[in-house]
T-cell receptor, first 114, second 114 residues
């Protein structure tokens, strides 16, 4: 296993479901991130974790709940989502939060909310 | 209000010619700029970066130019190759904001015509 891996790659869920996205990094990095990419919009930063502590919550609705049990794993728990939450969710990692800004991204989880 | 803008959603260039991708920013606090490349079904990968203390950075076929007075940067790819066909994202960060807070543009889809 190398780099940053995300599962599942595709997820379809109803508005009343509860699901989770998982991210794992094998780079020995200390910081992990969730980004959202909607069609024709820039990547939007959602959450930042540094050494398992959340350091940024970018005004994300509470129906998105992150969890970082250790520096290698990051989850995004989803519940009662809306159709407009359908997007590509990208996980990324970096050596630390005060580095040059270079992030290592996973392949993304494509979420469709019906 | 988008702080990083890529006004060309797409660009087509003949193989062997120069590809020039442009990016404008509005926040004068940005002091580090990055370009990411994204293939379909993959996460973005870091390509090249430049600090605001420089006006040019070169890495092989890729050169990034920064014009601080115009708040403009560009990525030059020469010669362009078919494998360069991808979506290119411009991103910016500021040490005072925390370098992990990258602000992305909407991307430019580059197609290299054989």
């Amino acid at each position: 296993e190398t780099g940053v891996t995300q599962t599942p790659r595709h997820l379809v869920m109803g508005m009343t479901n509860k699901k989770s996205l998982k991210c794992e990094q094998h780079l020995g990095h200390n910081a992990m991130y969730w980004y959202k990419q909607s069609a024709k919009k820039p990547l939007e930063l959602m959450f930042v974790y540094s050494l398992e502590e959340r350091v940024e919550n970018n005004s994300v609705p509470s129906r998105f709940s992150p969890e970082c049990p250790n520096s290698s794993h990051l989850f995004l728990h989803l519940h009662t989502l809306q159709p407009e939450d359908s997007a590509l969710y990208l996980c990324a990692s970096s050596p630390g939060t005060y580095n040059t800004g270079e992030l290592f991204f996973g392949e993304g989880s494509r979420l469709t909310v019906l | 209000d988008q702080q990083v803008k890529q006004n060309s959603p797409s660009l087509s260039v003949q193989e062997g010619r120069i590809s020039i991708l442009n990016c404008d920013y509005t926040n004068s606090m940005f002091d580090y700029f990055l370009w990411y490349k994204k293939y379909p079904a993959e996460g973005p990968t870091f390509l090249i970066s430049i600090s605001s203390i420089k006006d040019k950075n070169e890495d092989g076929r890729f050169t990034v130019f920064l014009n601080k007075s115009a708040k403009h940067l560009s990525l030059h790819i020469v010669p362009s190759q078919p494998g360069d066909s991808a979506v290119y994202f411009c991103a910016a960060s500021a040490a005072s904001f925390g370098n992990e807070k990258l602000t992305f543009g909407t991307g430019t889809r580059l197609t290299i015509i054989p």
